[in-house]
């Protein structure tokens, strides 16, 4: 098993033990889950997950909640930016052949004793990330925006001196 798949164990959410009623597990995202799985932009991070779980005779229901920051890079200045991200998601897993198209229906073999949680909480942090990523007003470093051209004003095209520096500054920190 490599380090990777390692890693990925620490989010089995085993059920078949369980009585029916609720109960509570936590995960957590560090810097490694973005390392192994990349997500636009983004450079590491803190997240909790916690999950209570409904187990019910026939179906299991899961509410999660998403909370923490990620590490991201200001698309404005180009400095680092820690993003605060909190979501909260019901899922249900349902035993048996896959019956309907529910993106919040996860079904499961009937025998089946755990499921993964890992491409769920993924796509979790993917969804609630903000598309445009910015330091608040005035918290920009100023050497880097004053040469942004403000778009509002031109056409939308973007400067292509802007773009070389963009790109010689990724260069500088890899
Ligand atoms: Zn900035």
């Not at 529910?102 to 025998?111: F, L, P, T, Y």
Request: aromatic share 12%.
């Amino acid at each position: 098993m490599d380090r990777k798949d390692k890693y990925i164990r620490n989010f089995d959410l085993a059920f078949s033990g369980l009585s029916e009623g609720g109960h509570f597990f936590e995960y957590w995202v560090d810097d490694k889950f973005f390392e192994y799985f990349s997500f636009d932009g983004t450079t590491g991070g803190d997240v909790n997950i916690d999950v209570h779980l409904i187990k019910r005779s026939t179906f299991i229901q899961l509410d999660l909640n998403i909370k923490g920051k990620v590490k991201s890079t200001c698309d404005r200045c180009l400095g680092s930016l820690d993003v605060r991200i909190e979501s909260n998601e019901e899922m249900f897993i349902k035993f048996g052949e896959y019956q309907d198209d529910d993106d919040n229906i996860i079904w499961v073999d009937q025998d089946e004793d755990h499921i993964n949680l890992v491409d769920l909480i993924y796509e979790l942090i993917h969804v609630v990330m903000p598309l445009r990523k910015t330091h608040d007003e005035g918290q920009c470093n100023p050497d880097y925006i004053l040469t942004e051209p403000k778009e509002e004003e031109g056409r939308g095209e973007i400067d292509p001196r802007w773009e070389k520096l963009k790109e010689l500054k990724k260069k500088q920190k890899n």
